[in-house]
């Protein structure tokens, strides 16, 4: 083990985002042998460019009405779990929806309050995995991350906390024509006058249509199946009303239509694009509809890439994410973790893991995984007396307090105890 430690490190995160951050500040306070490497000039690498017009959707309530910590982070989506009862975005800023620019600005203060080990700069180009000593076994697994410049580090415990970095985009003929969301200018002088088709129905789609009211002459937005509408679904990921103002202009004969369709091509002429698209709901009538512009916002995918063929991780949510055991895992590669946005596979629209207010727990809950497992220290746990009504007390009050514990949109948090006819009952945080 000497050996190996002079030559590398227990644990290596790729990705200084909000998740990679929270858990190398874990570490960090731990002593932890890690370093994390980052692509980016600095933290936050996401948030210099996204949402493209630069408003969040996280929602930043300042002023809630409560003392208690545990009870601010519930109206708080935007802050890390951290041990500086001063390092809130709620200092940042005091707007409801606040703009992206202070995302990067609390996650840059973030890394430099908590000193965690970045090296920034550095694009990991390929990721390969070998078994040690012969073992075979998760533990005896040492990977190697080559970055960029041919730099190389080995590690046994590989999180990735890159997000979602590519457009996840339609099985489309000649999509390729059309702008993408990640890339096209969002300007909205440049679409003065012209019809634009936005495809896609979640909240980068409707960002986009919103932004363009003002200076396009019309826009249409499609997709298929039923527009989910967060106020009804409450999951926080579908169509928020911040970005919903387009759905105004719409009913109220504004030139602007929501198409619920399928779009079968999108095809370049000398007037600008014909699209085809096969109508719902209307035993699929296809109409050839003309636009000057096409945008494709159809959602993000991980980016797979960098894994050889010894350490591909299974995905899922039509290959979207990755599969992943309880605590972040994955399934079929020991060793190798995800961090952030990737753990939202199991529970995708289903909970608020996606988000940081859901996967700041997630990362938490990981880093006491790791600890215990690697380091053999127990999971924490709360002393709830010795009979059945004081656990019941106290996991009200958890319940009541703790916004993990009512995070989930569909499906509730199981809260277990342990309890054997002559022994104390504890609660696992």
Not at 19 to 39: F, I, K, N
Not at 97 to 113: G, K, N, Q
Not at 183 to 202: A, E, H, K, W
């Amino acid at each position: 083990m000497d050996s190996f430690r002079s030559m590398a490190h227990d644990y290596l995160i790729i990705g200084a985002g909000p998740a990679g951050l929270q858990l190398a500040a874990s570490l960090e306070r731990d002593g932890a042998d890690y370093v994390v490497l980052e692509r980016g000039s600095g933290p936050g690498t996401f948030f210099t460019r996204f949402p493209r017009h630069r408003r969040l959707i996280s929602i930043n309530k300042v002023h809630t009405g409560y003392d208690d910590p545990e009870l601010r982070l519930r109206m708080d989506w935007n802050s890390l779990l951290s041990d500086d009862p001063e390092l809130l975005f709620t200092r940042y800023g005091r707007r409801y929806f606040p703009p992206a620019d202070d995302m990067v600005r609390y996650l840059s203060d973030y890394a430099a309050r908590t000193g965690v080990r970045v090296r920034y700069d550095t694009a990991v180009e390929r990721i390969s995995r070998d078994d040690g000593d012969g073992a075979g076994d998760g533990e005896e697994s040492v990977f190697t991350v080559t970055d960029r410049t041919g730099n190389t580090w080995r590690t046994r415990r590989l999180v990735v906390a890159t997000g979602v970095p590519l457009p996840h985009l339609p099985s489309v003929p000649g999509i390729e024509l059309a702008e993408r969301y990640d890339t096209f200018d969002p300007d909205p002088q440049s679409f003065t006058d012209q019809r634009v088709l936005v495809i896609g129905r979640g909240n980068s789609a409707f960002e986009t249509a919103d932004s363009l009211m003002e200076t396009a002459a019309v826009i249409h937005v499609i997709g298929s199946g039923s527009l989910r509408l967060a106020w009804q679904s409450h999951y926080v990921g579908h169509l928020r009303a911040v970005n919903n103002n387009f759905l105004d202009s719409y009913q109220l004969k504004s030139q602007n239509a929501v198409l619920d369709g399928r779009v079968l091509a999108v095809r370049e002429e000398e007037d600008g694009f014909r699209v085809p698209v096969a109508f719902e709901r209307v035993e699929e009538v296809v109409k050839d509809l003309r636009y000057d512009r096409v945008i494709v916002a159809t959602g993000f995918r991980m980016d797979v890439s960098v894994f050889d063929d010894t350490c591909v991780p299974d995905l899922i949510v039509d290959g979207r994410f990755p599969a992943l055991t309880p605590v972040g895992e994955s399934v079929n590669v020991p060793g190798l973790y995800f961090a952030g946005t990737l753990m939202q596979g199991a529970d995708f629209k289903k909970a608020t893991t996606g988000f940081i207010h859901g996967f700041r727990y997630s990362v938490r809950a990981l880093h006491r995984a790791l600890r215990q497992r690697h380091h053999g220290e127990p999971w924490p746990t709360r002393d709830l007396g010795d009979t059945v009504e004081a656990a019941v007390d106290a996991v009200v009050s958890r319940v009541n307090r703790s916004f993990r514990a009512v995070a989930a949109v569909r499906r509730p948090r199981r809260l277990c105890c342990s309890w054997a006819p002559t022994a104390r009952l504890r609660y696992a945080e």
